[in-house]
């Protein structure tokens, strides 16, 4: 098997895991584990995972100057976008949540145009306009609460600041790295992630009653920890080493369709009319904002 087989394979893997935590970490919240305890676990677990592998990649050490956009990155890429998302999660519903994560492209295209000056064409502001509509549709035409959901307008707000908070982390991260090996970032960005969360975290993880907790309970919060923090990001870098970014980004499309489906399939959401006619709308969105422009064409 060839490494590009191998790398389009460990994408998969990782969209697919993305597309199965919503409906397994839904699972779990909040009967066994509220969702800043999440957050706990997830941050705190990754943490010890990063640096237990850290010796398999150079030995770097961060310059001082880029201390201020490492504790940035972390603010906004493992502080405030997984406590949106979980808390989101816990208010609203494992499709909803599946759909609405997908607007990130969208998200970092708005906040391009704004800090860094992109140009932006026709086609991306017509994408930009159709992907809001659609999840602005999910925030204010769904039902207010729902079986497990007590908060779904506002859990489904909380996916978009998820989605930009995570937005400005892509936007942060690009010169990081560039400039220094994925296991040096991602140990750092996660411990500096820990001790941010713990004032925040620290109070829902000492409610966690292990006992009570089934053994599928426990092996939904394994699979968060392990699977959703720590193996996505190894599949997402080894799937970089062969294929192209935009190659990989290709395959947030799958989400929600994994999500969709794997929701639908246990039982834990109901797919509705207005919840298809939301989910083309950003997906459509999404896709104009991830086209390539032609050559020769003007930028609108």
């Given at each position: 098997m060839s490494k590009r087989t191998l790398a389009i394979l460990a994408a998969i893997g990782a969209t697919t895991i993305y597309g199965l935590n919503h409906t397994i970490a839904k699972g779990v919240m909040p009967h066994h584990v509220q969702a800043f305890g999440f957050i706990f676990l997830r941050v705190g677990g990754a943490s010890l995972m990063f640096w237990a592998i850290s010796f398999l990649g150079p030995r770097e050490r961060i310059e001082r100057r880029d201390w201020g956009r490492l504790a940035l990155c972390s603010l906004f890429g493992m502080v405030i976008n997984m406590l949106a998302f979980f808390k989101g999660l816990e208010l609203s519903t494992p499709i909803n949540s599946s759909v609405l994560v997908t607007i990130t492209p969208i998200i970092v295209t708005v906040l391009s145009i704004f800090l860094i000056a992109e140009k932006v064409t026709r086609i991306k502001a017509l994408g930009i306009g159709i992907g809001l509509i659609g999840a602005l549709t999910l925030i204010f035409m769904s039902e207010g609460?729902?079986?497990?959901?007590?908060?779904?307008?506002?859990?489904?707000?909380?996916?978009?600041?998820?989605?930009?908070?995570?937005?400005?982390?892509?936007?942060?991260?690009?010169?990081?790295?560039?400039?220094?090996?994925?296991?040096?970032?991602?140990?750092?960005?996660?411990?500096?992630?820990?001790?941010?969360?713990?004032?925040?975290?620290?109070?829902?993880?000492?409610?966690?009653?292990?006992?009570?907790?089934?053994?599928?309970?426990?092996?939904?919060?394994?699979?968060?920890?392990?699977?959703?923090?720590?193996?996505?990001?190894?599949?997402?870098?080894?799937?970089?080493?062969?294929?192209?970014?935009?190659?990989v980004s290709a395959f947030v499309y799958g989400q929600p369709v994994i999500g969709i489906l794997f929701a639908l399939l246990m039982g834990k959401d109901e797919l509705t009319l207005m919840k298809v006619l939301a989910a083309l709308l950003v997906l459509t969105g999404v896709y104009l904002v991830s086209k390539q422009p032609k050559r020769g064409l003007s930028s609108g």
């Open positions: 609460r729902g079986t497990n959901a007590p908060n779904i307008p506002l859990g489904n707000s909380l996916f978009i600041l998820n989605a930009t908070s995570y937005g400005l982390y892509l936007i942060l991260a690009k010169k990081l790295i560039e400039k220094y090996h994925p296991f040096t970032l991602m140990k750092w960005l996660f411990t500096l992630a820990f001790f941010m969360n713990l004032p925040i975290t620290i109070g829902e993880f000492l409610e966690i009653e292990w006992g009570t907790i089934p053994t599928a309970g426990l092996g939904a919060i394994a699979f968060v920890v392990i699977g959703t923090t720590f193996l996505t990001y190894l599949f997402n870098v080894f799937a970089l080493t062969e294929l192209k970014a935009s190659t």
